[in-house]
């Protein structure tokens, strides 16, 4: 089996899933990393110091700026050249749109956001969620190289052996494009909720204490402060429903759910989040649910492992205060 590992980074800050995405193909056998920018030195390196055996790198110029169209045409012309069985990537909105062109140049297919594989000679099985998280399908790409996108967390994260080094293989940037980037700008420098090992998340409910004496957005604002301080002390980030997000509360990317994110993490903190089945499809993958809601019929509490029924303004502020001690923070 010749696997493949698609680094994906942005100006050099690596995305967690690669090196998960990286760990799995170290499983399967001898694995080669493919990494395409400008100035990837520093990648290259992390690359050979979390288990690869050959860095395919592709430095350029013109792939300084994440493009689709150079992006796909240099990979897929690596493919084609050197014919790699499986290619793995983590599960981003790059690698999404990069794999997708990359099945059409290469006649193959995309099994995506993947949770499990299984190698049996030539064949490879994909599982992954189907029907908003219910069921588990194994899907089969009969075509070569099969591509598949792995869901965040899914896999453990190999340990980084410093000094290791391997094969470095350059390879050539196809650059041409219909497209090019006029600038961007950085919204946000918070923990990204997709990588964190905790979730502390809020909903409908964050805007609900009239003995704050305060309105609606203003409540809510804080609760999601009180919800901050909780995540900042236990390490993680903050979510939100999408009824959080739809009345304004906090930004899109903070939400978890069917239209949002979907995370996995060690620890999932619910609070003032009823529990509607699009919220559910996005966390219920988390090793522990802690819910707290104002209403013990919340469907909530039917998938969390811990339920609190009451005021998240009273238990958030307690749990913070004990977490900072048991921590010493």
């Known amino acids: 089996m010749k696997t493949w590992v698609y680094i994906d980074h942005f100006k050099g800050q690596v995305q967690p899933g690669s090196w998960e995405a990286l760990g799995l193909g170290k499983s399967l056998g001898a694995v080669s990393a493919i990494i395409f920018g400008s100035g990837v030195e520093a990648v290259v390196k992390a690359a050979f110091e979390y288990g690869a055996d050959e860095v395919i790198a592709a430095d350029d110029a013109s792939l300084a700026e994440y493009r689709a169209e150079p992006y796909a045409s240099s990979l897929s012309a690596l493919a084609s050249s050197l014919t790699p069985d499986l290619i793995l990537l983590p599960t981003t909105s790059r690698t999404r749109e990069l794999s997708a062109m990359c099945a059409v140049d290469l006649n193959s297919g995309v099994l995506t956001d993947v949770s499990a594989i299984e190698v049996s000679g030539e064949t490879i099985a994909a599982t992954r969620s189907i029907y ?102 236990l390490g993680g980030a903050v979510g939100a429903s999408r009824a959080a997000v739809d009345a304004g509360y906090i930004p899109y990317s903070h939400q978890v759910g069917q239209t949002g994110k979907v995370v996995a993490p060690d620890l999932y903190i619910a609070a003032g989040i009823s529990g509607a089945i699009q919220h559910l499809v996005g966390m219920r993958n988390a090793k522990l649910i802690v819910a707290i809601n104002k209403d013990a019929e919340a469907p909530i509490f039917a998938a969390a492992r811990y339920g609190v029924v009451g005021d998240l303004f009273v238990f958030v502020p307690a749990l913070t205060a004990a977490m900072r001690k048991k921590l010493g923070k």
Do not use: H, M, W
Not at 142 to 152: E, F, M, N, W
Not at 171 to 187: H, R
């Open 132 to 233: 908003e998280g219910k069921v588990l399908e194994k899907a089969v790409c009969s075509a070569k190289p099969a591509l598949v996108t792995l869901r965040a967390r899914a896999f453990p994260k190999p340990a980084l052996t410093a000094g290791r080094a391997g094969t470095l293989t350059k390879a050539e940037a196809k650059a041409d494009a219909q497209s090019s980037v006029e600038g961007y700008s950085a919204t946000e420098a918070a923990v990204n909720i997709g990588d964190a090992a905790v979730v502390v998340s809020g909903g409908r409910g964050v805007s609900n204490n009239p003995s704050l004496g305060l309105d609606e957005k203003a409540t809510a604002q804080k609760g999601f402060e009180l919800l901050g301080e909780l995540a900042a002390v």
